[in-house]
């Protein structure tokens, strides 16, 4: 996820080599299902719109807009009654779980006002 997110960031700069890299690490991501997390919680996942999150981001040309489109609908329809998202990794403390769902919550909704979503 952190390596597709700064060859996005490097490839917006105009770097050549950043751009050739993206669609070859954009195809290590599973774009129609989870992405288990190796090492992670049992169940840890990632999802598309966790590696690529903006709508103006490079490795966005490597996904079709349907895929992103689908895991948007799965993004928004997490969102709790309370109009907030859920942590859903482990996290070492209650406390710690409250203040990363803020953090979770403005991401999610960041994500799904980017734009072309």
Partial sequence: MFVLRFLDAAAGNS?????????????????????????????EALHLLDFTPYHDAPSR????????????????????????????????SPVAVLERRGYVTVQAIRILSDGNL
């Fill in 61 to 92: 040309a490597a996904f079709g807009e349907a895929v992103l489109a689908k895991d948007a609908e799965r993004l928004a329809g997490q969102q709790m009654s309370d109009g907030g998202w859920a942590v859903d990794y482990t996290m070492f």
């Fill in 15 to 43: 770097d050549q080599r950043a751009e050739a890299l993206v669609g070859r690490f954009a195809a290590q991501v599973i774009s129609d299902g989870p992405t288990y997390v190796a090492g992670g919680a049992e169940g």
